[in-house]
């Protein structure tokens, strides 16, 4: 067998065990996701400043077990969830929004089965009584044509002690003064942090209830974040103002 024969052996073996490599790590790479850790990016404003544009995240499927929601194509192989989990109250989740079970939202649990939701002067109610929530200064957002916007930031706590800041950018806005809201048996109550500015389970033609089945997983960490939807916004084609526009602060940030 001459030299070069080997030699071609050689390289095809060399090739042929990269190839192995790369399927491999393929196949990992999705058994995490489908099963494990999902990645999603956000794309709008309704849960700042926990969560802003251009921010990605991993959320767990494990906290909650599984639904059909959970797979891709979201196959209809069983009713209800397997190993599942309740949620508990101030979760940031992802969900599949229930009008059309294939969009996927991310706010946070407010109201559990059976809870009664009332919001009265943008102060929130749970089951009759008021839901703790004090001054925490003021949030810096841009609005269209990067206009600044400063707006009021408050601390609540919900009463199983969570903690999480909300803005209240409109004074006695629309979804202000509503409810009472009764959540039904296997269902959840969602609200985006940014009050003013989110489309969530007070617009029961819009979200409503999430039923317990859409519910995807718990986000978790920030392992990404840019600056999208701000004045010089994070752009692919010029990488020199990469290092400017990442928000290097957020990387691995957990979600609270």
Do not use: C
């Amino acid at each position: 067998m001459s030299l070069d024969t080997n030699a071609s052996r050689s390289r095809a073996n060399g090739w042929w065990e990269t190839i192995k490599i790369v399927i491999q790590a393929l196949a990992i790479a999705m058994i995490v996701r489908v099963f494990f850790y999902q990645p999603f990016n956000i794309p709008s404003g309704s849960m700042k400043d926990t969560l802003l544009v251009g921010d990605y995240l991993f959320v767990s499927k494990l906290s909650y077990g599984y639904s059909r929601y959970s797979f891709p194509l979201s196959l209809d192989l069983f009713d209800g969830r397997i190993f599942g989990a309740e949620p508990h109250r101030g979760d940031v989740v992802v969900f599949k929004l229930p009008r059309d079970n294939s969009t996927d939202y991310i706010k946070r649990v407010i109201g559990l089965p059976g809870d009664e939701i009332v919001v009265r002067g943008g102060i929130l109610f749970i089951n009759g009584d008021e839901v703790k929530r004090t001054p925490a200064g003021t949030f810096k957002t841009y609005e269209d044509g990067g206009v600044t916007e400063t707006i009021p930031r408050y601390r609540e706590t919900l009463p199983n002690g969570v903690s999480y800041d909300v803005l209240d950018a409109e004074p006695n806005g629309p979804f202000d003064n509503v409810g009472p809201y009764k959540v039904p048996a296997g269902h959840y109550f969602m609200m985006g942090d940014n009050r003013d500015n989110s489309t969530d389970s007070r617009a029961l033609w819009g979200v409503g209830y999430v039923p317990y089945e859409n519910l995807i997983g718990r986000a978790e960490i920030i392992f990404f974040s840019a600056a999208v939807d701000e004045p010089g916004a994070f752009n692919l084609l010029t990488p020199w103002t990469w290092p400017f526009d990442i928000r290097w602060t957020r990387f691995f940030k957990l979600v609270r």
